[in-house]
């Protein structure tokens, strides 16, 4: 590399990007920190480690190739706000084992021309988060939008709110063994499947938007327990707006599910599901199916 006297000077490291662990690693602090308006490419942006009350924000990425755009391991009371994520075949943002972080208004996306398994794997990956506070995120053109393990939320805003999930060839949410979690005022649109609710306990998925996604809009299945789907707009997805198989206890209330090309809700093998004041027009083969062939 050449460097022109008295001039300042920057350094290409994307050809190391395969050895590389990231572009900035901090770990071991209790020490506040901000990281922001900084720009990434080829290896993962940032990664931390046991780590409390930092901020990364207003950062940048559209190069990410196989890594992540943030990997936060046993971090807590963090912020990673309004940074602008793309072409990462890895996350978005991953996070696992972390108390209070919030993760709002970022834009995660993929725009490579690549086959669908090359894409971004989740734009947001969280596994083992306590008080979960996920809002104002854009999302789309990923494999999965928001995919959520064994994490809870709680009150004061600790929720899942607001994101808007698009084009996503799996699942817009995944969420896996969660529990007290309030889903509010997302817009899942235009997935493959739209949200799956996979062995979660007590789930309150309110006033969210689930459109035309081509194979099922939400699917609550295998040990879901104390499920609410509340408020709900449901409309234009394929095989059903709702479906309960193998869940205990669940309740559909007051939600507007027309139009999709299948059944309004679909009940299979699960206990104790109660449906009340749901608005149904225009389902294909029905308002509620029981007992219904599983989707391909």
Same mark, same amino acid.
């Given at each position: 590399?050449?460097?022109?006297?008295?001039?300042?000077?920057?350094?290409d490291?994307?050809?190391?990007?395969?050895?590389? &662990?990231?572009?900035?690693?901090?770990?071991?602090?209790?020490?506040?920190?901000?990281?922001?308006?900084?720009?990434?490419?080829?290896?993962?942006? =940032?990664?931390? +480690?046991?780590?409390?009350?930092?901020?990364?924000?207003?950062?940048?990425?559209?190069?990410?190739?196989?890594?992540?755009?943030?990997?936060?391991?046993?971090?807590?009371?963090?912020?990673?706000?309004?940074?602008?994520?793309?072409?990462? !075949? +890895?996350?978005?943002?991953?996070?696992?084992?972390?108390?209070?972080?919030?993760?709002?208004?970022?834009?995660?996306?993929?725009?490579?021309?690549?086959?669908?398994?090359?894409?971004?794997?989740?734009?947001?990956?969280?596994?083992?988060?306590?008080?979960?506070?996920?809002?104002?995120?854009?999302?789309?053109?990923?494999? !999965?939008?928001? &995919?959520?393990?064994?994490?809870?939320?709680?009150?004061?805003?600790?929720?899942?709110?607001?994101?808007?999930?698009?084009?996503c060839?799996?699942?817009?949410?995944?969420?896996?063994?969660?529990?007290?979690?309030?889903?509010?005022?997302?817009?899942?649109?235009?997935?493959?499947?739209?949200v799956?609710i996979?062995?979660?306990?007590?789930?309150?998925?309110?006033?969210?938007s =689930?459109?035309?996604?081509? =194979?099922?809009?939400?699917?609550?299945?295998?040990?879901?327990?104390?499920?609410?789907l509340? +408020?709900?707009?449901?409309?234009?997805?394929?095989?059903?707006?709702?479906?309960?198989?193998?869940?205990?206890?669940?309740?559909?209330?007051?939600?507007?599910?027309?139009?999709?090309?299948?059944?309004?809700?679909?009940?299979?093998?699960?206990?104790?599901?109660?449906?009340?004041?749901?608005?149904?027009?225009?389902?294909?083969?029905?308002?509620?199916?029981?007992?219904?062939?599983?989707?391909?």
């Amino acid at each position: 590399m050449q460097i022109a006297a008295g001039l300042p000077y920057w350094v290409d490291n994307t050809q190391y990007f395969e050895f590389a &662990e990231a572009s900035i690693i901090i770990g071991n602090t209790t020490s506040h920190f901000v990281i922001s308006n900084c720009y990434f490419e080829g290896a993962t942006g =940032v990664k931390l +480690d046991n780590v409390v009350n930092g901020k990364i924000e207003y950062c940048e990425s559209y190069q990410g190739l196989r890594a992540s755009g943030i990997r936060a391991y046993n971090v807590r009371d963090c912020i990673f706000s309004n940074n602008v994520l793309a072409n990462y !075949k +890895d996350y978005g943002v991953y996070l696992v084992n972390g108390n209070n972080n919030t993760i709002m208004s970022n834009t995660i996306y993929f725009d490579l021309q690549d086959s669908i398994q090359s894409r971004t794997k989740a734009g947001i990956y969280l596994e083992e988060e306590l008080l979960v506070n996920c809002r104002s995120n854009v999302i789309r053109n990923c494999r !999965k939008g928001i &995919e959520l393990v064994q994490c809870s939320g709680g009150v004061h805003n600790h929720w899942v709110s607001e994101n808007e999930v698009e084009s996503c060839s799996d699942y817009g949410f995944s969420l896996q063994g969660c529990s007290n979690l309030p889903l509010v005022q997302n817009s899942i649109n235009n997935c493959s499947r739209g949200v799956e609710i996979y062995e979660c306990i007590a789930l309150n998925f309110s006033s969210n938007s =689930v459109s035309y996604n081509t =194979v099922c809009g939400i699917w609550v299945k295998s040990g879901s327990n104390g499920c609410l789907l509340y +408020d709900n707009d449901i409309n234009n997805n394929g095989w059903s707006g709702i479906t309960f198989e193998l869940t205990e206890n669940c309740i559909a209330m007051n939600n507007v599910i027309n139009d999709n090309l299948g059944w309004g809700i679909i009940i299979n093998s699960s206990n104790s599901t109660t449906l009340t004041d749901n608005t149904f027009s225009g389902n294909t083969s029905g308002d509620v199916g029981y007992d219904v062939p599983l989707i391909p």
